[in-house]
């Protein structure tokens, strides 16, 4: 989808794929690149932490045959490790790597160095990185982050924001103060992650009626990162990637199965997406 030079590319992951919905059904990988094209995605993230290179391989015929383009999601676990995924992205004719950096020292002064190592091994390879933020890694915390972006002014994120609302357990309605870190966060993102989460969970159902008051806050800072990014891009792919995760990701009842489809939750977040794409002009509107 285009407009005046933007392009608007969504994607899904492999790993919401395995399974896609509440049957537990496990498609093949031919399976899953022919319903993923059939529903209109432009392309598939595929996560090294929830799979592997083999797996990337294996589905990448697919891929090509169904003109779906590949995003590389790396968890690097040392800094020199990354430069080969780095590689391997270039090779896939991935748009850029998703970097999940699992190199996790415990302060400031020890982190700038590592997010410069790799911001220059991806100048040399000339693969372009964005850090997500993401738990567990070393974006961990939603004010970390925030030292980061003031110390280091090239680091790009990648925002998957369902992760901070849970790492900092917001209050709704949020205060402004905290309205105002997460625009921050979105300032320095140029794509971003589909996902809607309340101060206690992490992927919440989409038709739950107790949880549209953080859907509507979710869809608020999309429509704010897509204005953003199109005031700042005069031409360029945005990419944004829904991203709903099977079980424990996904919650279930007392027998194991999921509360709801996340298939259908993935095509309804894609809907949302292209309507506030569509409905979003440079001036915010």
Same mark, same amino acid.
């Given at each position: ?38 529903? %209109?995605? &432009?392309?598939?993230?595929?996560? +090294?932490?929830? *799979? ?56 400031? %002064? ?30 961990? &915390? ?19 924001? *369902? ?14 103060? &905290? ?10 993102? &140029? ?14 159902? +989409? ?52 509360? *709801? ?13 292209? %309507? ?10």
């Amino acid at each position: 989808m285009t407009e005046k030079g933007h392009s608007l590319k969504i994607f899904t992951s492999l790993w919401s794929m395995k399974p896609h919905d509440h049957t537990g059904k496990i498609l093949s990988h031919q399976d899953i690149c022919l319903k993923v094209k059939d529903a %209109e995605f &432009d392309g598939l993230a595929l996560d +090294l932490g929830a *799979s592997d290179i083999n797996e990337a391989k294996a589905i990448q015929p697919y891929l090509e045959k169904n003109d779906l383009i590949p995003l590389i999601v790396a968890f690097p676990k040392t800094v020199a490790s990354l430069e080969d995924t780095l590689l391997m992205a270039k090779d896939f004719g991935s748009p850029f790597v998703d970097v999940i950096g699992q190199v996790t020292p415990l302060s400031i %002064e020890g982190m700038v160095p590592i997010i410069r190592d790799w911001l220059e091994m991806s100048d040399k390879v000339n693969m372009p990185i964005l850090f997500e933020t993401h738990r567990n890694c070393i974006t961990n &915390d939603l004010y970390t982050t925030l030292l980061l972006l003031d110390a280091i002014p090239e680091m790009r994120l990648c925002a998957d924001l *369902s992760h901070y609302v849970v790492d900092r357990e917001f209050w709704y309605p949020l205060s402004n103060r &905290d309205l105002g870190l997460i625009s921050r966060i979105i300032d320095r993102s &140029d794509s971003f992650q589909g996902r809607v989460a309340s101060r206690q969970q992490i992927q919440l159902q +989409l038709n739950f009626p107790q949880n549209k008051k953080w859907i509507d806050l979710f869809k608020s800072w999309w429509k704010e990162g897509i204005y953003k990014w199109k005031k700042r891009n005069f031409c360029d792919d945005f990419l944004f990637l829904c991203e709903l995760g099977p079980p424990e990701y996904a919650m279930t009842d007392q027998f194991g199965r999921e509360m *709801s489809n996340r298939w259908e939750e993935s095509l309804l977040i894609k809907s949302w997406i292209q %309507e506030i794409w569509n409905a979003t002009d440079k001036s915010g509107n």
